[in-house]
């Protein structure tokens, strides 16, 4: 059912219409609002609004040349010679040059000005192409293939294309060859050649998502139950088990939260120390036993969010815990004490966030046996957390 609403939530999450344009067959520019889903394979249509209140229609590469989400991203549509070559290990083409095949795509604009780079992307295949001023758009090349001997090579053709059509005086045989077949060199190397020809020019991968880095109090209620056992004891007469029952406690953590610079921001890594208590005692018929477990969990996770409009969403995140005791012990009065040491364990959360200020958090950790040192002890601690958030930064 969880699962299932999670689902729900994301599809309507992902209804996040922003400002754009797009030019169709005729040459006419239709300012609009564009639904944006940072697209991880070039798509072939999209969906658009003409006005926020106004129905969604949907533009196909069919009727559009380009069209853009404003501070975020351009496409452009070509007629382009393309290598679909595999890239995968048990795939490898025997053939060393590419079998390219003509295909009318969005390109996505990495760089634009002098010299342009693009990009496309469908499932497992990545490839770059270029253009100088209003030349037709050429694929860069590289390729793996398996050469005699069943051995993997490399034709990295890309390097002397951009030796032979992005010529600059201060560039060297050696900056050529430094130069991998990746986003981040491929757009050096272009913002260089366009610097080096005192060209204007837009840097399209310095706009959109960003790192962002978020600091957090987050004080909470914690509901932590302990149970505890000794049916390996070698008497029965002192074999018992003893349910401490359900505790209301505090905690209070720091979470530094990283915000990771894809798919609209949507992902981040959470660590929270945070400070935990838990205080119990319970009267046997043998002796009155004291439970005092204080410590400093560090969860250190994964986060992934849901937009709901521009100013609320939506969050899950699952991380591993750490545990640093503190004096954490077990008291038989008088004659017992048994140190408690919980081994790492797991913790699931399901929060909302507001203004990215406000947020509250349910959150519920798996099972701890805190005992384990214990031979003829064992021992279920577990604790679910309501938490309060507040950013600082």
Request: proline content about 4%; aromatic content about 16%; charged content about 25%.
């Amino acid at each position: 059912m969880l699962l299932a609403t999670l689902l729900t939530m994301n599809v309507y999450a992902q209804v996040v219409f922003e400002s754009g344009y797009f030019i169709d067959n005729s040459g006419q520019k239709v300012e609009c609002l564009i639904r944006n889903v940072d697209w991880s394979d070039n798509p072939t249509e999209f969906q658009y609004k003409l006005s926020e209140g106004s129905e969604i229609n949907t533009a196909t590469i069919e009727s559009v040349k380009e069209f853009g989400v404003d501070g975020f991203s351009k496409y452009i549509r070509s007629e382009v010679k393309i290598d679909r070559s595999s890239d995968k290990i048990n795939h490898l083409s025997h053939e060393r040059n590419p079998i390219f095949k003509e295909e009318e795509l969005f390109l996505r604009v990495l760089v634009e000005g002098k010299a342009n780079l693009y990009f496309y992307e469908h499932e497992n295949l990545s490839r770059f192409f270029f253009s100088i001023e209003d030349t037709e758009i050429e694929q860069l090349v590289f390729k793996r293939y398996r050469s005699q001997g069943n051995k993997i090579g490399n034709n990295q053709l890309f390097r002397q294309q951009l030796w032979s059509h992005l010529q600059c005086p201060e560039f060297t045989m050696d900056k050529v060859e430094k130069t991998n077949y990746t986003r981040r060199d491929l757009v050096k190397y272009f913002v260089d050649f366009n610097e080096c020809h005192d060209q204007l020019f837009v840097n399209y991968t310095e706009q959109g998502a960003k790192t962002i880095f978020n600091l957090s109090i987050r004080p909470g209620l914690n509901y932590s139950s302990l149970i505890i056992g000794n049916p390996g004891a070698p008497f029965p007469s002192v074999r018992r088990v003893i349910d401490f029952g359900n505790k209301m406690g505090y905690r209070l953590g720091i979470e530094a939260e990283l915000i990771l610079p894809f798919h609209r921001n949507k992902w981040g890594i959470t660590m929270e120390p945070t400070f935990h208590h838990f205080n119990s005692e319970k009267e046997t018929p043998i002796d009155k036993v004291k439970v005092n477990y204080t410590s400093i969990e560090i969860p250190i996770g994964v986060r992934h969010y849901f937009f709901l409009n521009e100013n609320s969403k939506i969050f899950i995140n699952g991380s591993f815990l750490i545990d640093i005791r503190f004096n954490s012990v077990v008291d038989f009065d008088p004659e017992l004490e048994l140190p408690l040491r919980p081994p790492i364990n797991f913790g699931f959360g399901l929060g909302y966030k507001y203004f990215d200020r406000y947020g509250l958090e349910f959150r519920y950790h798996t099972k701890r046996e805190v005992m384990s040192d214990h031979i003829t002890w064992v021992s279920e601690y577990r604790t679910y957390s309501i938490i309060f958030g507040y950013t600082i930064l």
